[in-house]
């Protein structure tokens, strides 16, 4: 399975983005995909998941701003991002937990990754 990523880029505060993740497979009908983010010295943190019904989770300080969506015959999923903050800067990845439906953040029951889009915004 390959997860890749397109879409970032550099904007500035209140600015929008759409992050992309092209799924080459899907192993498995019961799923749960969706992007995680790092900055720079810091940990790696659930943004927004997916699973195979449509149930969607979202990141507190991201509910409002961002929308995660899935178009399940083209294999991808998509996270719209608005109103962006300097604090949403990291390197945003995709991510897929195939067989397990429940919607989570917890990274390591997460099978495979892609290499990650990189988010700047500017102040």
């Known amino acids: 399975v390959q997860l890749v990523e397109s879409g970032g880029g550099s904007v500035q505060s209140g600015g929008s983005l759409r992050l992309s993740c092209a799924v080459s497979?899907?192993?498995?009908?019961?799923?749960?995909m969706g992007w995680f983010r790092q900055a720079p010295g810091q940990g790696r943190e659930g943004v927004a998941v997916i699973n195979n019904d449509g149930t969607t989770r979202y990141k507190d300080s991201v509910k409002g701003r961002f929308t995660i969506s899935q178009d399940k015959a083209k294999k991808m999923v998509y996270l719209n991002m608005n109103n962006l903050k300097p604090e949403d800067t990291a390197m945003y990845h995709c991510?897929?937990?195939?067989?397990?439906?429940?919607?989570?953040?917890?990274?390591?029951?997460?099978?495979?990754w892609g290499q990650g889009t990189q988010v700047t915004v500017s102040s």
């Open positions: 991510a897929a937990d195939f067989g397990n439906s429940a919607v989570h953040f917890v990274s390591d029951w997460y099978d495979y």
């Open positions: 497979e899907y192993t498995y009908s019961r799923y749960c």
